[in-house]
């Protein structure tokens, strides 16, 4: 495994760190293989009850290598077009792992998020960002369109008009524009993004976890449903829920008057 993504664990929670950092945590054919690899581990491993995604350094991803692209310059179009569809097939197994995982996964961003960093984050439950953070969708400048997801996330977090706006002038906005587009949850001072995150881990971790989990799985999966389609889902959750112990735990506890104490599956 090379060290383009690290995995860190701290008890019940993971962070995978894009480690670029003197390349703006650029994703290259290595960064692919690491992503895919260290997302299809943290979704295996059950005793996880969050995930966070980060970059090391001034940035959180700048986007695709462009260096690495231009190495590909004087392949035959056909041949390019090949290797880079492989190539982009295989990164989209990491962001269907991140929607599909059962543990929340939150953003921590900061400086840049351009390109695939903009989908990567949009592939998180909730983002918290930097006030020096800044958005774009960078495609454009060099002629592609966009990836890892980012055309059905992106217009469903802010909608068509915007969406079509951000990919077709492709320009930069900073946090506080994210923030009122719905695209972060947070945006704070960039000396408090560490301890603004862990506090929402915190407040993740801490929780019921199957709740939790069945939770995040309602809201990916509404999109593809219809409303009849969306009650029966929720009202099996709902059900499934309450034969758990945590659901005997928060009753007790919301009548003594104290905080729950919520266990495991």
């Excluded at 480690?19 to 293989?33: F, G, I, S, T």
Aim: proline residues 4%; neutral net charge; aromatic residues 6%.
């Amino acid at each position: 495994m090379n060290d383009t993504v690290l995995l860190a664990r701290d008890g019940t929670v993971a962070t995978l760190t894009l480690n670029r950092p003197d390349a703006l945590n650029a994703l290259d054919p290595a960064m692919v293989e690491a992503l895919i690899a260290r997302t299809a581990e943290v979704a295996a491993d059950d005793a996880l009850r969050a995930v966070v995604v980060q970059g090391a350094g001034k940035h959180f991803m700048a986007g695709g290598d462009i260096r690495s692209f231009a190495t590909h310059l004087d392949e035959p179009p056909e041949t390019r077009r090949d290797g880079f569809r492989r190539m982009i097939e295989r990164l989209h197994a990491a962001v269907e792992c991140l929607h599909r995982m059962p543990h929340p996964v939150i953003g921590r961003v900061h400086g840049a998020v351009a390109g695939f960093g903009l989908s990567l984050m949009n592939a998180c439950d909730i983002v918290v960002a930097s006030d020096d953070a800044y958005f774009a969708s960078a495609y454009k400048q060099i002629a592609l369109t966009p990836d890892g997801g980012g055309t059905w996330s992106l217009t469903r977090l802010v909608g068509l008009r915007k969406a079509m706006e951000i990919f077709l002038l492709g320009e930069r906005f900073g946090a506080a524009e994210a923030r009122a587009l719905g695209l972060v949850n947070k945006v704070v001072p960039r000396a408090e993004l560490e301890a603004a995150t862990a506090a929402v881990v915190r407040s993740i971790a801490s929780g019921p976890v199957l709740a939790t989990r069945k939770a995040k799985r309602l809201v990916r999966e509404s999109v593809a449903r219809t409303l009849s389609e969306q009650l029966q889902a929720e009202a099996v959750s709902f059900s499934e829920c309450s034969a758990h112990a945590d659901f005997v735990e928060g009753i007790t506890a919301f009548l003594a008057k104290r905080a729950p104490q919520f266990g495991r599956e």
